[in-house]
Structures are given as structure tokens and as C-alpha cells.
């Protein structure tokens, strides 16, 4: 039978334990007791038997062997004298054959002694004691059934106590084995239910100790996993949104140029601008997700070559200047340094795309500007908006995964929360860092720095 239950297993494994113990402490008590209890009775018998042996010693007559033998009437213990040829002399009680055994062997002694002491196989413990010199014999029983007796009622105590002691003990071991588990039992059902899809899940533990840990971890692990579902299914719609805009403008412009109803030669490349436009937005998106997939498994490698940052971000604006002018936006580049770096072009590129694309984004009105300088011995890029900023709590946050400001304002721009933690990998990438400092309504200003004595 398999047991399921670990408490029950834990209680079955106490209690066996327990039990084990008890039987050994048991079969100690027992041997002590009864080997203590022996020793007793020998040496009783044999000081009581050359008691009366030195008594008989000055006066072996008939009197004294009568006197003798009357004083061990009414006891357990029985008496028997001989001469010195172990004929019977006198005896407390008739002489059966067990009492007549050692006599019959007829052996001469010369001092007290026990002669058997195997109480458990014969009637008697016997003991002799020589009468003077060699005048007779004085023999003492003490019979094995008063021993017996006794151990039966010391055994029978112990197994009341026993049983009263492991009543007791299986009380405690299936409290404190339910107490000890209890916590188990419920990261169980918890972890069933984070199985099933309800990652939340609150486990009571209390104190500090391995179990306790344990039971926050799965706790943690729970909400952690939570927050990755919900953000996974954001950034999902997210995408899907991303995708599907573009793909719709694509889609309407292709459509009609394809049917050649626009004759205009102006009005065709306004449209193929769009959706050149529009390809170039679906590229960086899918550039990100690219980006992402190779950092979350390691495969994350630069391939550099020597390049001027400043025609990286002269090529970005060229591209994100259409959008700045729908907004209104002035964008513009101001080049103070330049230095010639190591860099991964494309990457490089995708990271500034993002960052000016975000400034273009989250501004509503006045300008975007990037500035490259030196500054100590890094190459500074300074991306500079006049936009919406960003709250103060969420500074740390925006370069996680998926996360975006507030959901409301960033439903109606758009975007999956993935540009940022793009751009600050391939920085730090490039050996470099990039920082942010903000004011709500009034700007936002991130910051790269490039190592300018890079090697090539
Ligand atoms: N220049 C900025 N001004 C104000 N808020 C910003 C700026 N740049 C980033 N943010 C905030 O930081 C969040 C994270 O930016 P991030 O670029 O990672 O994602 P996103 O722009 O929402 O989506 P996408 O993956 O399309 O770039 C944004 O949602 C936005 O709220
Ligand atoms: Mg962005």
C-alpha cells in the first residue's frame, strides 16, 4: 500500500520509532529488574543459610535441626539439613524430586554457596551452606514460582504504563506531525492551483524557517508568474495592434496604386511614401522583438564596425522627420563631437530609433533634440523632448520588459512597452550606459554614454 498522506507518514515513522525505543528500553528495565531481584534473593539465601549452618555448628542435635527448620515455617523460602553423608536430617516441607536433585549429587562443600540459579527451567533457586567441619549440610530453596509472580506483575505494570505512555505519545506525534506538515498541505493545494492557471496565491506560513521560506518563494514565484502572464497577454494585444495599423495603411495604399485609379505622379509617391513609411515602422518593431528573443536565450552578439554616431542619428531623424512634422514637431540634430567608434550599426541604429521615436511620441508639442558632445572621455548623446514626461515612480520601471506608463495614456500612442529595454541592452552592450531624467508636462531628457577611447 502506498500512503499518500505525509502526515500519516510522518506520525507512522514517529510512532515506530517510538515504539522501537520503548521495546528496548523495555527489554533493559526488564533484564535490570529481574538480574537485580536474583541477586537479592541468592544472596539472601545463602547469608540465611549459613546463619542457621553456623547456629547448627556447636550443637548439631535434633533440638537445634527442629529449631532451625521451625524458624523457616510460614515463609516462602524452604530448608532442608543433612549430615555430611547428605542424608536428611529434617526438612521444612516433604522433599520432592526437584528439592531432591543437588542433594543426590552428593558433593561435599566448604562454603555458602548457590547452587542453582536457573529460576526460569527448575522449581527452585537452592543455595548450601557446610555446618561446621563437615558436620552436614544446610540447604535453602527459594522457589522460582515467587520469582516468576513477580516478574509477571512487573511486566504487567510496565505494559499498562507502556501502553498508557504511547496512548499518550500517538496523541502528540499526530498533532504535531499534522502541525508540522499543515504548511505542506497547503503550498500543495496552492501549487495545484497555479497549475491550473490561478498563479496568486496566498500561503500562510508564518516564522523564518526553511519551510516558511519556502512557502514565500512559492508565493513570489506565484506572483512573479502572474505579473508575466498579464503582461504577456498585454504585450500580445500590444504587438498585434502594432502590426496590424501599418499593415492597414500598407494594405489601402497598395491597393489602390495596384488599380491604377491615382494618375498624379505627386499623389503616387506621397502614397509610396507611406508605405515606405509604414515598412519601416513594421521593421523596427519586428527588430525589437528580434532583439528580445535573442537576449531572453543568450544569443545576444554585436557585430561591430567603425562608425561615426553622428551619421547613425542623421539617418534616424532623416527617417522619423515625416512623423515629427504630423506633430508638429520641430526635430533637429546638433553635432558639437564626434568620435570614430566600434558599434554595431543596425543595433545601434534600432536603439536611437527608439529613443527619438519615443520623444516624438510622448510630445505633444515644441521640439526634439538630439545633441552629441563630449563630455570627459565619453561621447554623450542627449536626446531631449518637450513632452508629456514621466512620473517620477515609473523612472526605474520603464526599462523592464513590457512595461509602459500608464495604460490609459499610452493606449492612444501605441507601442508594447519593449523599446526601451532594447535600447538600454544594446547600449550597455556597447560598453556604454544610458540614464533619463524627467518632469511631468514638462520634458524628458535621456542620456547615452559611450566610451570615446573605445577600441576599434
Ligand atoms: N520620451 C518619453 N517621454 C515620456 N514618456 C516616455 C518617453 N520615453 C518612454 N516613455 C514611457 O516609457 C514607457 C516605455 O517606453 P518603451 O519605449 O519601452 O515602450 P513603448 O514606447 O510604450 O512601446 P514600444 O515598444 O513601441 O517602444 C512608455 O510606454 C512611456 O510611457
Ligand atoms: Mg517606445
Same mark, same amino acid.
Given at each position: 500500500m502506498k500512503l499518500k498522506s505525509i502526515s500519516l507518514k510522518l506520525g507512522l515513522w514517529f510512532s515506530t520509532i517510538f515504539i522501537a525505543l520503548l521495546l528496548i528500553l523495555g527489554f533493559i528495565l526488564y533484564g535490570i529488574f529481574t538480574n537485580f531481584l536474583t541477586d537479592f534473593i541468592e544472596q539472601d539465601l545463602v547469608a540465611r543459610g549459613n546463619n542457621h549452618a553456623r547456629n547448627l555448628e556447636g550443637q548439631f542435635t535434633k533440638e537445634a535441626i527442629?529449631?532451625?527448620?521451625?524458624?523457616?515455617? !510460614?515463609?516462602?523460602?524452604?530448608?532442608?539439613? $543433612?549430615?555430611? *553423608?547428605?542424608?536428611?536430617?529434617?526438612? #521444612?516441607? &516433604?522433599?520432592?524430586?526437584?528439592?531432591?536433585?543437588?542433594?543426590?549429587?552428593?558433593?561435599?562443600?566448604?562454603e555458602g554457596q548457590i547452587l542453582e540459579n536457573d529460576w526460569q527451567d527448575h522449581e527452585y533457586i537452592v543455595s548450601v551452606s557446610p555446618v561446621g567441619n563437615d558436620s552436614g549440610y544446610v540447604y535453602m530453596y527459594y522457589p522460582s514460582s515467587k520469582l516468576k509472580d513477580m516478574t509477571f506483575v512487573m511486566s504487567l505494570l510496565s505494559l499498562?504504563?507502556?501502553?498508557?505512555?504511547?496512548?499518550?505519545?500517538?496523541?502528540?506525534?499526530g498533532i504535531l506531525s499534522r502541525l508540522f506538515t499543515k504548511p505542506l498541505l497547503s503550498m500543495k493545494n496552492a501549487t495545484i492551483q497555479m497549475a491550473q492557471g490561478q498563479y496568486k496565491q496566498k500561503i500562510p506560513v508564518k516564522g523564518n524557517d526553511e519551510i516558511?521560506?519556502?512557502?514565500?518563494?512559492?508565493?513570489?514565484? !506565484?506572483?512573479?508568474?502572474?505579473?508575466?502572464? $498579464?503582461?504577456? *497577454?498585454?504585450?500580445?494585444?500590444?504587438? #498585434?495592434? &502594432?502590426?496590424?495599423?501599418?499593415l492597414t495603411y500598407i494594405k489601402g495604399y497598395s491597393d489602390v496604386l495596384s488599380k491604377g485609379i491615382i494618375d498624379s505622379r505627386e499623389e503616387q509617391e506621397e502614397y509610396l511614401k507611406i508605405i515606405t513609411k509604414e515598412v519601416n515602422r513594421l521593421s523596427?518593431?519586428?527588430?525589437?522583438?528580434?532583439?528580445?528573443?535573442?537576449?531572453?536565450?543568450?544569443?545576444?552578439e554585436l557585430t561591430k564596425e567603425p562608425a561615426k554616431m553622428n551619421d547613425i542619428i542623421k539617418k534616424i531623424i532623416t527617417n522619423l522627420k515625416p512623423a515629427a512634422d504630423r506633430k508638429e514637431l520641430e526635430l533637429k540634430g546638433e553635432y558639437k563631437a564626434d568620435v570614430l567608434f566600434p558599434v554595431d550599426v543596425r543595433r545601434m541604429e534600432q536603439a536611437l530609433y527608439n529613443l527619438i521615436e519615443n520623444a516624438i511620441k510622448y510630445s505633444d508639442k515644441g521640439k526634439v533634440t538630439v545633441i552629441s558632445f563630449l563630455q570627459n572621455e565619453f561621447l554623450v548623446i542627449e536626446i531631449k523632448d518637450t513632452g508629456i514626461g514621466i512620473p517620477e515612480k515609473d523612472l526605474t520601471k520603464i526599462w523592464e520588459r513590457f512595461y509602459r506608463v500608464d495604460q490609459s495614456r499610452t493606449r492612444k500612442t501605441g507601442g508594447t512597452g519593449l523599446g526601451l529595454y532594447v535600447a538600454k541592452q544594446i547600449i550597455e552592450s556597447h560598453g556604454g550606459y544610458i540614464t533619463v531624467k524627467s518632469k511631468e508636462n514638462e520634458g524628458s531628457v535621456f542620456s547615452i554614454f559611450l566610451k570615446a577611447k573605445s577600441e576599434i
Open positions: 527442629e529449631h532451625a527448620i521451625g524458624m523457616e515455617r !510460614g515463609v516462602s523460602t524452604r530448608i532442608l539439613i $543433612t549430615d555430611s *553423608n547428605h542424608q536428611i536430617l529434617g526438612s #521444612s516441607i &516433604e522433599p520432592n524430586e526437584d528439592m531432591m536433585e543437588q542433594i543426590n549429587i552428593k558433593k561435599s562443600f566448604h499498562i504504563t507502556s501502553l498508557g505512555i504511547m496512548f499518550v505519545a500517538f496523541g502528540l506525534i516558511a521560506q519556502l512557502g514565500n518563494s512559492i508565493q513570489a514565484l !506565484g506572483e512573479q508568474l502572474q505579473y508575466y502572464e $498579464t503582461t504577456r *497577454n498585454e504585450f500580445l494585444a500590444a504587438v #498585434s495592434h &502594432e502590426i496590424r495599423t501599418p523596427f518593431l519586428v527588430n525589437d522583438l528580434f532583439e528580445m528573443s535573442k537576449l531572453q536565450v543568450g544569443k545576444f
